[in-house]
């Protein structure tokens, strides 16, 4: 497989997650990474789901977490509390920071993820979800498969991520800050895979939306904030 170009991209961007995440935690309060890891091995001892995020945080060199900033502990949520199946460029190792260009783009992404998995619940097509948008900067040199839709087949595919996370990972252990690609779920949309959290520049809470299913695959998608006249 051809290797991908090397491009500066230097762009905001907009991610969205359930907005159930607290919005202050330990990444924000404490500095020293020494302190983070203490403090997630102390709540270990009463909460053992931490053991697979703190595995994860050790994937990570101490050079590239974010913390002692605002925003800093959803900033490594997305590494640490990431998908066990991955995403399209990650394994369940470690997750990353999967953004849009748009807002459009991050919100059909999103939609897709989460219909299918309400195909394979047991309520079905009826859920109501709340999301929060997170802005965020980018200005580094990622690896770029824009345009290259026909010749990498496999990166693209809307069912399987079967080649495009062991790509992802092997590009990410070769020392990429992350991938730049064209988005599967929304035509003419642009998507990046940031792999170093440090690389995220003024993190942002952005607007809340609502994504409602009521029996049908499509949801009802609506804005809750800053909502236009």
Same mark, same amino acid.
């Given at each position: 497989?051809? *290797?991908?170009? /090397?491009?500066?991209?230097?762009?905001? !961007?907009?991610? @969205?997650? &359930?907005?159930?995440?607290?919005?202050?935690?330990?990444?924000?309060?404490?500095?020293?990474?020494?302190?983070?890891?203490?403090?997630?091995? +102390?709540?270990?001892?009463?909460? $053992?789901?931490?053991?697979?995020?703190? /595995?994860?945080?050790?994937?990570?060199?101490?050079?590239?977490?974010?913390?002692?900033?605002?925003? &800093?502990?959803?900033?490594?949520?997305?590494? +640490?509390? &990431?998908?066990?199946?991955?995403?399209?460029?990650?394994?369940?190792?470690?997750?990353?920071?999967?953004?849009?260009?748009?807002?459009? !783009?991050?919100?059909?992404? !999103?939609?897709?993820?989460?219909?299918?998995?309400?195909?394979?619940?047991?309520?079905?097509?009826? #859920?109501?979800?709340?999301?929060? =948008?997170?802005?965020?900067?980018?200005?580094?040199?990622? $690896? $770029?498969?824009?345009?290259? #839709?026909? =010749?990498?087949?496999? @990166?693209?595919?809307?069912?399987?991520?079967?080649?495009? #996370?062991?790509?992802?990972?092997? +590009?990410?252990?070769?020392?990429?800050? *992350?991938?730049?690609?064209?988005?599967?779920?929304? *035509?003419?949309?642009?998507?990046?895979?940031?792999?170093?959290?440090?690389?995220?520049?003024?993190?942002?809470?952005?607007?809340?939306? /609502?994504? =409602?299913?009521?029996?049908? =695959?499509?949801? +009802?998608?609506? /804005?809750?904030?800053?909502?236009?006249?």
């Amino acid at each position: 497989m051809t *290797g991908p170009a /090397q491009n500066r991209i230097a762009h905001s !961007t907009h991610r @969205l997650i &359930a907005s159930r995440w607290p919005t202050i935690g330990v990444f924000d309060r404490v500095s020293a990474p020494a302190d983070i890891a203490a403090a997630y091995e +102390l709540e270990m001892l009463t909460n $053992d789901r931490l053991h697979v995020p703190l /595995q994860r945080l050790y994937e990570l060199p101490e050079s590239e977490w974010a913390a002692g900033t605002p925003n &800093a502990t959803i900033v490594m949520a997305a590494y +640490l509390h &990431a998908d066990e199946a991955g995403g399209r460029f990650t394994d369940g190792t470690i997750g990353a920071w999967y953004c849009s260009f748009d807002l459009q !783009t991050a919100i059909k992404e !999103t939609v897709y993820h989460h219909t299918r998995r309400l195909a394979h619940s047991a309520g079905g097509f009826y #859920q109501t979800i709340q999301m929060r =948008e997170l802005r965020a900067d980018v200005n580094a040199e990622f $690896d $770029d498969v824009r345009g290259r #839709q026909k =010749e990498l087949p496999a @990166l693209y595919s809307p069912t399987s991520y079967a080649e495009s #996370q062991p790509y992802g990972v092997t +590009l990410r252990r070769a020392g990429s800050n *992350g991938i730049c690609y064209d988005s599967v779920r929304h *035509g003419g949309g642009v998507c990046l895979a940031v792999f170093r959290p440090r690389l995220l520049l003024n993190v942002t809470q952005g607007d809340h939306f /609502q994504y =409602e299913w009521t029996g049908s =695959e499509t949801p +009802l998608v609506s /804005q809750l904030t800053n909502v236009p006249l």
